[in-house]
């Protein structure tokens, strides 16, 4: 059975990861706590909006304008400041690169501290680095924009009339998918710029998770996780998406796919989590209901503790093996 060790914040939990397999959670109040024999805590920001994690450095955006990593021994780098502007959106790449952005703005940070700006004609809502070379996707209104801050060229333009809030790659670089303002997504098969929609959702997207091989793309908006077949060349246009989890009464908020099995933790509007089998829908119960919707998942490397953060501060981790 699984076990579930609680933690008890006050707040919003943006971010709920794994440094060097010890979990850490982060408000949007700006703290930092994680458990390393106790629990401790940082205030990494006057305000968090955004967090990532790569390479055990979690990368944050704030309402102070700066741009932090924080380690998992606490230590606390500052890695830009852009004065009174928010940053709204921040991404960790390859070589040591970080991408963050506020407004019209985007802008990637080398290794060396270097930086360089990228500008938009509207607001940068989303950023993803691509996994394959030294290449960023920018969701914005009306598409999305691919840069290559390493070199000098003409960025690559993908139009589809809407407002794009967030973007992902498939892990081979194959496809880009953007959520949307309205309830769908939208994708491009970037070979050829070839168009995929992905519709019927009855809420707004705001979580994507790609399994492990990256053939299957899950998403919360729905009653049920719905994870779209990314399998052949042309993604999942033609094919009907698994519905997993699917409960009458709440949303699912949060999907995290499995790092090698094609499973997914579904978190749902009521706090429950299910860890759910995508070759025959068998359903394992993680967490009854808590006090508030999931917001953030992360599985730890041995592939067994799943940490999770709520809108109202029940976090926690969950170990499968129990």
Known sequence: MPTVAPLDLDGHC?????LDDIPFFALADGMV?????????????????????????????????????????GT???????????????ASGPQGAVAYASGRSAWVRFADGKAKEFTHPRSVEGLAFSPKGMRIGVARYNGATLHFPAAEGTPVELEWAGAHTGVTFSPDGAFL???????????????????MRMTGYPAKVKSLSWSAKGKWLASSGAPAAIVWPFVGKDGPMGKAPLELGTRGNSMVTTVACHPSEDIVAIGYEDGMVLAVRF????EVLLRRPG????????????????????????????????
């Open 33 to 73: 706590h994680w458990l390393d024999h106790g629990q401790k805590s940082v205030r990494l920001h006057d305000g968090l909006l955004s967090a990532t994690t790569k390479n055990d450095l979690m990368i944050s955006g704030g309402e102070d304008g700066k741009v932090m990593s924080l380690a998992s021994s």
């Open 279 to 282: 070759a025959d829908a068998k």
């Open 177 to 195: 998918v953007t959520t949307m303002q309205e309830n769908a997504l939208h994708g491009w098969k970037l070979v050829d710029a070839k168009h």
């Open 291 to 322: 006090k508030s919707a999931i917001t953030s998942m992360a599985w730890d490397r041995e592939e067994r503790r799943l940490a999770f953060g709520s809108a109202a501060g029940d976090c926690g981790v969950i170990d499968i093996a129990g």
């Open 14 to 18: 943006v971010t709920a990861a794994f």
């Open 76 to 90: 606390m780098e500052e890695l830009a400041s852009i004065g009174k502007k928010w940053v709204t959106s921040v």
